[in-house]
């Protein structure tokens, strides 16, 4: 298995320009999990799907930012309009729930956005 | 609501001897605890979880970790230190609910291992 794909790795852009990261959950796992991190902040839940419904999004930080997923094993996140405060390490991380709430979450390779 | 302390922003250990990365936490009802590690410019890493059952919990790369439910604590140990362990380590708790509920991270601790 690939394991969690993210895209782009790496994304510098310029204030005001709309952002869209985006995700490809492992094969099987039905929750995804989209966080920030941080020097400052550490590592931030912004919002996670179980089953493709949004179960929890109060840690998106403002209306800028919203995330979707289209089918069962794709997700994106988008910052509209984007600015420096949003420069960050953005991580995407899937797990399966079947047999209970205690798997583990598995983490793709960040996108590390700079917003100029 | 559920949280988890890092007491230590850095651990220093020479390679070989023990090494211990702290973690407690809160949460209503019994924990789900896992540890990740995180490499630079890498995502985090599982390593191990406490579910149920034995306290000591063994994991990847030869770490473990001792529930410890009366001080709810959940602390990260290795008997020997590698250089490559260094390292971000983040602990982490989920209330075992039943249902669907968020992952809260610790801030990670930085672990440096020197010769």
């Known amino acids: 298995d690939a394991g969690v794909i993210q895209s782009p790795r790496h994304e510098v852009t310029e204030m005001g320009q709309e952002v869209t990261l985006r995700c490809k959950l492992i094969s099987g796992h039905n929750s995804l999990f989209w966080y920030r991190q941080t020097m400052m902040r550490g590592l931030e839940l912004l919002i996670y799907f179980n089953n493709n419904v949004p179960i929890d999004d109060s840690g998106m930080p403002e209306d800028r930012f919203s995330a979707k997923m289209p089918n069962a094993s794709f997700s994106t996140l988008k910052i509209q309009p984007s600015e420096p405060r949003d420069s960050a390490v953005y991580f995407c991380?899937?797990?399966?729930?079947?047999?209970?709430?205690?798997?583990?979450?598995?983490f793709g390779p960040g996108t590390r956005l700079t917003v100029l | 609501a559920q949280s988890v302390a890092q007491p230590e922003d850095q651990v220093n250990v020479a390679e070989g001897n023990p090494l211990t990365v702290k973690c407690t936490y809160s949460?209503?009802?019994?924990?789900?605890l896992f540890w990740y590690v995180q490499y630079p410019n890498r995502g985090l890493q599982f390593l191990l979880k406490?579910?149920?059952?034995?306290?000591l919990v063994k994991g990847s790369y030869g770490f473990e970790a001792e529930f410890n439910k009366s001080q709810t604590s959940f602390h990260l140990k290795k008997p020997s230190a590698l250089v490559s362990d260094s390292a971000l380590y983040f602990c982490a708790v989920r209330a075992n609910t039943g249902t669907a509920s968020k992952l809260t991270f610790g801030t990670g601790t930085r672990l440096q291992v020197t010769l």
């Open positions: 949460v209503s009802g019994n924990p789900y």
């Open positions: 406490y579910i149920t059952g034995d306290n």
């Open positions: 991380a899937s797990s399966p729930t079947s047999g209970g709430h205690y798997n583990e979450q598995f």
